[in-house]
């Protein structure tokens, strides 16, 4: 594996990050990503995006589960979600070709960070965070203090991207996967599975992709 270098040289690989991560193909054109609240209304899905007083009927009857994800949630008795997602949108509808995030708690529209960022990953117990900017790598963990790295990102074969630095002679590497995946404590629904290493010492989590890609 490759160890950490200076900033200036991390940043590099970064000038194709959106290449990199976007998988979407020329026959994907015309598809918009869209976050916002999403509730039922007439018995159907609806999104009214953030800032914005429209809403629009969901249909997801392509590659995602949205539908029946959403209704586990609403099961629970709680209020309107916080959506993410991709799709083509025609006519006050949108048919969802991709679902990034689907949540009750958590970051939503009021989420400061989430422009800047390329890549948001968290796991508990421990709780911890990555943020993946343009800059570097935000690490947070429960009971130690933050650090704020450069790194170095690897796509792998398999779709797989791996992040990794070093800090205080430890080793720091942060896998993500295209892999559906659902934190226990919250039932915040990804599109990408998190596993993070630090000096070989193993926490999973999930991750979802910042308002720099997935546009």
Not at 45 to 72: F, I, K
Not at 180 to 202: K, N, P, W, Y
Request: charged share 20%; aromatic share 6%.
């Amino acid at each position: 594996m490759r160890a950490a270098r200076p900033l200036f040289f991390a940043l590099l690989p970064l000038l194709a990050s959106c290449q990199l991560f976007d998988t979407r193909g020329d026959s994907d054109a015309g598809q918009v990503r869209l976050q916002g609240e999403l509730s039922v209304s007439a018995g159907r899905l609806t999104l009214r995006p953030c800032g914005d007083e429209r809403q629009l009927v969901l249909g997801d009857n392509g590659p995602t589960s949205l539908s029946r994800d959403a209704a586990a949630l609403f099961s629970d008795g709680s209020g309107p979600l916080f959506v993410d997602v991709l799709g083509i949108p025609s006519d006050g509808h949108l048919k969802v070709t991709q679902l990034y995030r689907l949540q009750q708690q958590g970051h939503g529209c009021d989420d400061p960070e989430f422009k800047r960022l390329l890549l948001r990953a968290s796991g508990n117990e421990p709780g911890w965070s990555v943020e993946i900017g343009r800059r570097g790598m935000l690490l947070q963990r429960q009971d130690q203090p933050s650090l704020v790295l450069p790194y170095v990102q690897e796509q792998l074969p398999d779709g797989r991207f791996d992040f990794s630095s070093e800090a205080n002679g430890q080793r720091i590497q942060l896998w993500v996967t295209p892999q559906r995946c659902v934190d226990g404590m919250s039932g915040t629904l990804s599109h990408l599975s998190a596993e993070l290493r630090i000096d070989g010492q193993l926490q999973r989590g999930c991750a979802y992709y910042g308002g720099q890609l997935g546009n």
